[in-house]
C-alpha cells in the first residue's frame, strides 16, 4: 500500500515538474517577443515628434510600464475611448502604425 501511495506521489510530482518546465519555457519565448515590443514602445515615447507638454507629462502618467501592463503590442488593434487631447493617442499612432490598428 505505501508503495503506491509513494509512486502516485512520484508520478504526481514529476507531472508537475514537467508542467513547470513547458510553463518556463514558454514564458521565456513571450520574453524575447516582449524584448521587441518594449524597445518599439519605448522608441515611440521617445519620439521627437510628441510635444515637449506631453513628454512632461510621461513622469506621472508612466506610458511604458502602463501600455505594457494591460499588454499592448504592436500587432494589435486598438480601440482608444474618449482620447480627449490625444496624449496616448501620440504615442498608439507611431507604435501601431506598421503592423496594429488605433480607433480613435
Same mark, same amino acid.
Given at each position: &500500500? $505505501?508503495?503506491?501511495? *509513494? ?8 507531472? $508537475? ?7 518556463? =519555457?514558454?514564458?521565456? $519565448?513571450?520574453?524575447? +517577443? ?9 522608441? +515611440?515615447?521617445?519620439?521627437? =515628434?510628441?510635444? !515637449? ?19 499592448? #503590442? %504592436?500587432? &494589435? ?5 474618449? !482620447?480627449? /487631447?490625444?496624449?496616448?493617442? *501620440?504615442?498608439?499612432? %507611431?507604435?501601431? #502604425?506598421?503592423? /496594429?490598428?488605433?480607433? $480613435?
Amino acid at each position: &500500500m $505505501a508503495y503506491r501511495r *509513494a509512486r502516485s506521489f512520484a508520478k504526481t510530482g514529476l507531472t $508537475a515538474a514537467a508542467f513547470l518546465a513547458g510553463l518556463v =519555457a514558454a514564458s521565456s $519565448a513571450v520574453w524575447a +517577443a516582449d524584448d521587441d515590443a518594449l524597445r518599439q514602445l519605448k522608441a +515611440a515615447v521617445d519620439s521627437p =515628434a510628441r510635444s !515637449p507638454a506631453d513628454k512632461a507629462r510621461d513622469k506621472y502618467r508612466h506610458p511604458v510600464e502602463t501600455l505594457s501592463f494591460f499588454g499592448i #503590442r %504592436p500587432d &494589435m488593434t486598438v480601440v482608444e475611448v474618449w !482620447p480627449f /487631447g490625444g496624449w496616448y493617442t *501620440a504615442i498608439l499612432a %507611431p507604435y501601431l #502604425r506598421e503592423h /496594429g490598428k488605433l480607433y $480613435a
